[in-house]
């Protein structure tokens, strides 16, 4: 149980282009998903927390212009990255959060989605 | 805002050893701490957690302890086998369900 889905796993697009990277709970209903970007060898950072039918909270220094987040159903959030240039190239992990259970502190990841801009 | 520091950032241990990785968190109102494992290229596993109402939680091999008055954890894994090689992560949670991340920890299991 507790299946979390990413698609694309990867994704090369050039610069000036917007990619949509989506995050699914297969098997459970998520109160909350997250966004998080890593670079090579670095943490996970947070970027922003979606709840379902309301606005994204950014974290400090996250433009959300640029990363547009949609939490349409509580089963599927997705990542725009508008504009892409190069420096976004990166890995981005979404993770959801229960809305029932015993486990609704725990965070259960995606995949991830490395995305490439030329 | 929430900080946490993770030590050591990389860890080889021989086969069959104990190996601790250690986090320190800033924001008392932090009340769980999950551990993560994350194999290169792939997503983070959940392998163990604590609530701050715990001061100490086993699985097998692994172990975590909480020191509430001090703000660290530990993650203890004993008999250490070559799979257990990877990154591993400490978070904490400063009130709002989300996580604040340690830096990382590269574990090396030495067969």
């Known amino acids: 149980g507790a299946v979390v889905s990413q698609h694309p796993s990867w994704v090369i697009c050039k610069s000036g282009t917007s990619v949509k990277i989506e995050c699914r709970s297969l098997?459970?209903?998520?109160?909350?998903m997250f966004w998080y970007r890593q670079f090579p060898k670095q943490s996970l950072m947070l970027m922003a927390t979606?709840?379902?039918?309301?606005?994204?909270?950014?974290e400090q220094g996250v433009e959300k212009d640029k990363f547009l987040i949609n939490h349409a159903s509580l089963t599927l959030s997705t990542l725009t990255v508008t504009s892409a240039h190069p420096e976004d190239s990166s890995f981005y992990i979404c993770?959801?959060?229960?809305?029932?259970?015993?486990?609704?502190?725990?965070?259960?990841f995606g995949p991830g989605t490395r995305l490439t801009v030329l | 805002g929430e900080n946490v520091e993770q030590h050591p950032s990389t860890l080889s241990v021989q086969e069959g050893d104990s190996a601790v990785i250690k986090c320190t968190y800033s924001d008392s109102a932090s009340n769980y701490f999950p551990w993560y494992k994350q194999e290169l290229g792939k997503r983070p596993q959940l392998i163990i957690d604590?609530?701050?109402?715990?001061g100490e939680k086993k699985d097998q091999r692994i172990a975590v302890t909480l020191n509430k008055t001090a703000k660290h954890f530990s993650l203890h894994i004993t008999e250490t086998q070559p799979e257990d090689s990877a990154v591993y992560f400490c978070?904490?949670?400063?009130?709002?369900?989300?996580?604040?991340f340690g830096t990382g920890t590269r574990l090396k299991v030495l067969a």
């Open positions: 098997d459970f209903q998520a109160t909350t």
């Open positions: 979606s709840n379902e039918g309301s606005k994204a909270t950014y």
């Open positions: 978070a904490a949670t400063p009130g709002t369900y989300k996580y604040i």
């Open positions: 604590i609530r701050s109402n715990v």
């Open positions: 993770s959801a959060r229960p809305l029932t259970g015993t486990a609704t502190d725990t965070q259960y």
